[in-house]
């Protein structure tokens, strides 16, 4: 009788060891090893922002900055097609920015009118562009940010490249860039909102799933 309570015993403890393992193997870690959710962007993964009359503020980020159209016909027909310098100035109301245009040594000035953007020269020297002139609408005002090293959801800041994009009908027709070299600081604030030159976007970055600890690996 005592032979059998033991070796009944030993079979006991025998599937309390093989559950005790089964758990180290899987269990173990399981505090550190959690999938977490955070909002990431990744070195060179562009990230298109409409920039329209709901967040215009978002132009602030680029103020100053030069930016080069490669052809100038494209912008407006009346012009050769070589290129043109477009600069912005600081929003003047909640739907409209000055600008000025550069082609060589002669220049233009005018507001840009933002919900779907249009252009409306004030003076000009420019050649084939005289005052008073309006650009045919673009439906389509695009920053496109691309992070030159990985972001975090309230991390530190990167950098990153800005071009604009101009079109139509749902085609880009223009894509001005920076000089090279030239970089925007880009953030994304703890609700996974990116932000350019401190100047909220209103787009949100998805959360990635990570995982962080060993997940019981010996």
Excluded: E, H
Aim: proline share 9%.
């Amino acid at each position: 009788m005592q032979q059998r309570n033991l070796g009944k015993a030993i079979r006991y403890l025998t599937v309390v060891w093989a559950l005790v393992g089964v758990l180290v193997m899987f269990g173990c870690g399981g505090g550190d090893g959690d999938g977490t959710t955070t909002s990431t962007l990744s070195n060179n993964t562009p990230v298109p922002v409409p920039v329209n009359a709901t967040n215009l503020q978002t132009l602030q980020a680029v103020v100053g900055q030069q930016f080069t159209i490669p052809d100038g016909s494209v912008f407006f027909p009346g012009l050769p097609n070589t290129p043109l310098t477009l600069v912005f100035g600081a929003p003047t109301s909640s739907t409209t920015a000055p600008f000025t245009l550069t082609s060589g040594n002669t220049t233009a000035t005018g507001t840009a009118t933002f919900g779907s953007c249009t252009f409306t020269i004030l003076t000009s020297t420019i050649v084939g562009l005289p005052s008073g002139t309006t650009i045919p609408t673009f439906t389509i005002f695009n920053f496109v940010v691309t992070p030159t090293g990985t972001i975090q959801a309230g991390g530190a800041p990167g950098q990153a490249t800005v071009i604009i994009q101009l079109g139509r009908n749902n085609v880009v027709l223009i894509t001005a860039t920076l000089p090279s070299g030239v970089t925007i600081t880009v953030s994304i604030d703890p609700n996974g909102q990116l932000i350019i030159g401190g100047a909220p976007t209103g787009v949100t970055i998805p959360p990635t799933t990570g995982t962080t600890g060993t997940g019981g690996t010996p």
